[in-house]
């Protein structure tokens, strides 16, 4: 029936978070530094401007950071110059993050059976994660999956897929790339009210998760102190929702699609099929220990809530998420997820979620075991 899930269970293969790595650029502006910056970008077009600073201060991000310094952003003439950008900062922060994956699992580059990268901000081809294995020294057996258009979501599909990949091959190591230049994406031409909370929201960043199938045996010094396990995974989408949340691409570049029904729409609908989900593992939402979920804003995270009846502190690390680095879309669940295993371990054996939202509309819902 159309809305209902099987209510069926996968395979008992578990596959583990052995490490979560990050990287942020070295250029990091407070806000009030950027929206000096965007008023001098956008003073020829001063309607829309005394908007500005209220919009970006409702955000609740104090700061982000840049792919580029500051000043380089007025010299960008074109999509190309800024793609460009896009690709050579890309490889740095994608190989970055990675590496420190690498290194909190005790791993080498060699190890890695299969790469998936994700991204939103920027194209390429060959694509980032092939000149990763240039740069990082991968095998030259392994595969790859690069992934463009998920948006936000992709950090929790991306988790989720090599999962998927890993219950047909358990005995092997995937990793997961995700890299977001969302500041190189800026529409100067566009002083419309989704562009204007855009470039006040949105941040650059990468992070990188290694996930290992349940028959591979960890080396010696590997992953002392490992994430958890995915249990199992699920997909929501929501049907005839496509114009709520996206890119326009156009000659000048990829132009924000964000509607004002996005927060309702979660509101409505995802407490349901988060009930549907944990309800196939015989569990509720009172059973959840963590909550990891993507901070996709404030409205996002408020309508998380009210669809999950959960209390502002329960996705504490979320909205601190937002505060420090802004919305890193595809990576930003996946800091948090480090965040949670580095200063905020949940008890061993509780159950956590992880979630993401994105273009589609859809989700992705992941159960932890930690």
């Not at 939103?120 to 463009?148: E, M, Q």
């Not at 993507?294 to 995270?301: D, M, Q, T």
């Amino acid at each position: 029936m159309e809305g209902l899930f099987p209510a069926r269970l996968k395979s008992v293969r578990v596959m583990r978070i052995a490490s979560v790595g990050r990287a942020f650029p070295r250029h990091y502006y407070d806000q009030e530094t950027l929206i000096a910056a965007l008023e001098r970008i956008w003073a020829p077009s001063a309607h829309g401007l005394q908007r500005l600073k209220t919009i970006h201060r409702n955000a609740l991000v104090d700061g982000r950071h840049l792919a580029l310094p500051i000043e380089r952003y007025g010299t960008l003439k074109s999509f190309t110059e800024a793609n460009d950008a896009f690709i050579g900062c890309a490889v740095d922060l994608g190989a970055e993050a990675l590496g420190d994956a690498l290194t909190g699992a005790g791993l080498e580059p060699e190890d890695v059976d299969h790469i998936i990268f994700v991204s939103i901000t920027g194209l390429a081809t060959p694509s980032i994660d092939a000149r990763l294995v240039n740069r990082l020294g991968l095998r030259r057996d392994v595969k790859r999956t690069p992934i463009f258009g998920l948006g936000c979501v992709a950090g929790a599909a991306g988790l989720a897929r090599a999962a998927d990949y890993l219950r047909g091959h358990p005995d092997e190591v995937a990793a997961l790339v995700s890299v977001e230049l969302c500041s190189l994406t800026l529409q100067r031409e566009d002083l419309s009210f989704t562009n204007l909370i855009a470039s006040g929201l949105f941040g650059d960043g990468a992070a990188s998760a290694v996930v290992t199938g349940d028959a591979w045996r960890s080396p010696a010094g590997a992953a002392r102190l490992p994430g958890p396990t995915i249990v199992d995974t699920r997909s929501v989408f929501y049907r005839d929702s496509e114009e709520v949340m996206g890119w326009d691409v156009t000659a000048e570049g990829f132009r924000v699609v964000l509607s004002a029904d996005v927060p309702k729409m979660i509101a409505a609908r995802l407490g349901a099929d988060v009930d549907a989900f944990l309800t196939a593992h015989r569990l509720s939402r009172a059973d959840v220990a963590s909550w990891v979920c993507h901070p996709g804003g404030p409205h996002v995270l408020r309508a998380v809530q009210s669809a999950l009846g959960l209390t502002e502190q329960a996705l504490a690390l979320s909205w601190e998420s937002l505060r420090r680095v802004g919305n890193l879309s595809s990576a930003s669940v996946l800091v948090v997820l480090r965040e949670t295993m580095d200063a905020h371990r949940p008890p061993p054996g509780s159950w956590g979620l992880l979630l993401a939202l994105g273009p589609g509309l859809c989700a992705e819902l992941i159960l932890l075991r930690w």
